[in-house]
């Protein structure tokens, strides 16, 4: 897969919504749960309720950044057995004809090899978000995301200077995902009350498109989200809902997608 292919599949799924008008469903999922089978269900599942991208989330033992119900789901697909080679192999047998995001903690990537990158474009990843590499931190493997096969999805929190929100977005591509509020993902009852105010900044400093996501949970919250940003991340919300049932998640899938479009 080329580059261009790879890279600008993103971008591309972004601008065909906007020409519609339509904001994009971004769902994650933590690759290998609740096992290996209903992992490649799910995703081709989610596609067909109506999802513009999907981020596969690589398990990883110490996940930081993860609330609860994603740490669990990221141990129990260790436990498993799932692996990096795993996660690609899930995205090449399930082949949805969406792009997808390959996110990750960076110690995963690194153990997985210089050619980490390259393996998971050739499986059908499109992009790639690592959530504890801010930019400046290390250019050296920045420099290595950037210009790799994959488009670099870069985090933005809430509390980031507008000067610093440039910074970040102009090193990166494919959208920006922006963090609704601060602390580890997880579901909450209501959305940040600064959240407009936000997206409005980040968009006076960059042309990508903005998710976002941290504590969407509910049809009602994504229509809000879906209001202010170019796409709605939901993830807590989605695994904790494939833990009934792949059916349970595509189904939840589908009701976010159509209070987005009824937004």
């Known amino acids: 897969m080329s580059a261009t292919i790879s890279s600008e599949a993103i971008g591309a799924r972004f601008a065909a919504l906007r020409a519609k008008g339509r904001r994009a469903l971004v769902p994650y999922v933590t690759a290998g749960h609740p096992d290996r089978a209903a992992s490649v269900a799910l995703l081709q599942g989610l596609a067909s309720a109506g999802a513009d991208v999907i981020e596969v989330g690589v398990p990883f033992s110490d996940p930081l950044a993860d609330g609860p119900v994603i740490q669990a789901s990221s141990q129990r697909a260790l436990a498993l057995g799932t692996t990096f080679d795993t996660v690609l192999e899930i995205i ?107 997206v409005a900044r980040l968009r006076e400093v960059t042309t990508l498109p903005i998710a976002v996501g941290f504590g969407v949970a509910t049809p009602e919250q994504a229509a809000s989200v879906a209001r202010l940003a170019d796409g709605v991340v939901v993830g807590s919300a989605i695994v904790r809902a494939a833990e009934q049932g792949v059916d349970a998640a595509v189904r939840f899938a589908a009701s976010l997608r159509a209070s987005i479009d009824a937004a």
Request: hydrophobic share 45%; charged share 20%; glycine share 8%.
């Open 92 to 198: 090449a047998e399930a082949a949805v004809p969406v792009p997808i995001v390959l996110f990750s903690y960076l110690n995963p990537l690194l153990a997985a090899g210089s050619d980490a990158l390259s393996r998971a474009a050739e499986a059908g990843a499109h992009g790639v978000l690592v959530t504890d590499l801010p930019v400046g931190a290390d250019p050296e493997r920045e420099r290595w995301l950037g210009e790799s096969a994959l488009a670099f999805i870069r985090l933005v929190a809430p509390t980031t200077p507008r000067e610093r929100m440039r910074e970040i977005a102009t090193h990166g591509s494919g959208f920006v995902y922006l963090i609704s509020r601060l602390g580890v993902t997880g579901v909450r009852d209501e959305l940040p009350p600064e959240l407009p105010e936000t």
